[in-house]
C-alpha cells in the first residue's frame, strides 16, 4: 500500500521537491549547503504551515551533505532545520529498537509458552515432538 502521508507520492511518478534538489545538483554543491522549501496548498493559496521532510528526503538530504535546511512557513517566517539534527534524533532509530524489542518480547512469550508446555507434558509423561 503506497504511502500518503505526503500525498501519495509513493504511487505516482513524481518526486519530492527536495529530491528533485538533490538529483539535479552536482554533488560537490551539496555539500554543506543550504536547502530551500515553500509548499504552497493548492486550494487556498496559503503556505504550508507544518511542511516536513518526510524519512525518505530526510535521508537523501543526510546523504547529499545539506547542512540545514529553510523552510518557509508565511511569506515572511522561515524555520530553519540544522540537519545533523536529524542525525543525532534519529526516529528511525527509535522505531527500529522499538519493533526489535517486539519482537524480543513475542520471543520470550513464545519460549515461555513453549516451556510451560514441556513441563506440563513432562509432568503428565507425554511424548514431546520438537
Given at each position: 500500500?503506497?504511502?500518503?502521508?505526503?500525498?501519495?507520492?509513493?504511487?505516482?511518478?513524481?518526486?519530492?521537491?527536495?529530491?528533485?534538489?538533490?538529483?539535479?545538483?552536482?554533488?560537490?554543491?551539496?555539500?554543506?549547503?543550504?536547502?530551500?522549501?515553500?509548499?504552497?496548498?493548492?486550494?487556498?493559496?496559503?503556505?504550508?504551515?507544518?511542511?516536513?521532510?518526510?524519512?525518505?528526503?530526510?535521508?537523501?538530504?543526510?546523504n547529499a551533505g545539506i547542512q540545514r535546511v529553510i523552510v518557509r512557513t508565511q511569506k515572511d517566517e522561515y524555520k530553519i532545520i540544522n540537519v545533523e539534527d536529524w542525525v543525532k534524533n534519529d526516529d528511525l532509530l527509535e522505531r527500529k529498537n522499538y519493533i526489535l524489542n517486539l519482537g524480543k518480547e513475542a520471543k520470550n512469550a513464545k519460549a515461555n509458552s513453549c516451556n510451560s508446555w514441556k513441563t506440563k507434558c513432562a509432568e503428565n509423561q507425554h511424548s514431546l515432538i520438537t
Open positions: 500500500m503506497p504511502e500518503t502521508r505526503h500525498g501519495g507520492y509513493d504511487a505516482c511518478r513524481s518526486v519530492h521537491a527536495e529530491q528533485n534538489a538533490i538529483i539535479s545538483a552536482p554533488r560537490k554543491d551539496m555539500i554543506n549547503s543550504e536547502l530551500y522549501l515553500a509548499g504552497i496548498r493548492k486550494d487556498t493559496g496559503e503556505y504550508e504551515k507544518d511542511s516536513d521532510s518526510c524519512q525518505q528526503c530526510k535521508k537523501m538530504i543526510i
